[in-house]
């Protein structure tokens, strides 16, 4: 499948859609207190980069990066439309945000993610990108619903 990645601003209604789906997917399946998902005015702010991924005119995922200082990014709002799912979305997007940390100078990126096993492919796909578990990182804090990862960039 050929898709096109690029850089939103996040005004398109299939953004907002996207979103709102995931938001509501993510609080249904964490606990409210450990649910990290920013709503679209949050990614709407200088240091967060927003990409879309798009197969002709169809928005079929997304991601987000957070610069939490001049080295350590926080990977961000990944989500792939349930259809899509399986099919190197994620991948491929993961693929073109670890390029642009490196061409940009970082050398981390960190995440967050749910514990239960309905993150697991999510947790796996971090896994083969290199990304490996550590503590809370920012402003996180230890907790049981929560997943914590990174990856030392070069």
Known sequence: MELTIEVDDLSR???????SDHMREMWEVSNPE?????AL???RVPEV???SVWSGDELVGCGA???LNDTHLELKSMRTKPQYQGKGV???LLRHIIAYAEDEGYTRISLETGSSSWFDRACNLYEKFGFT??????DYTLDPNSL???RTLP
């Open 13 to 19: 209604p299939a953004i907002a859609e996207l979103l």
């Open 34 to 38: 450990s649910c990290h998902t920013l």
């Open 41 to 43: 005015d949050k990614l």
């Open 49 to 51: 980069t927003f990409w």
């Open 65 to 67: 990066i957070k610069r």
């Open 90 to 92: 994620g991948a491929q």
């Open 133 to 138: 578990y550590c503590e809370p990182f920012g």
């Open 148 to 150: 914590f990862m990174t």
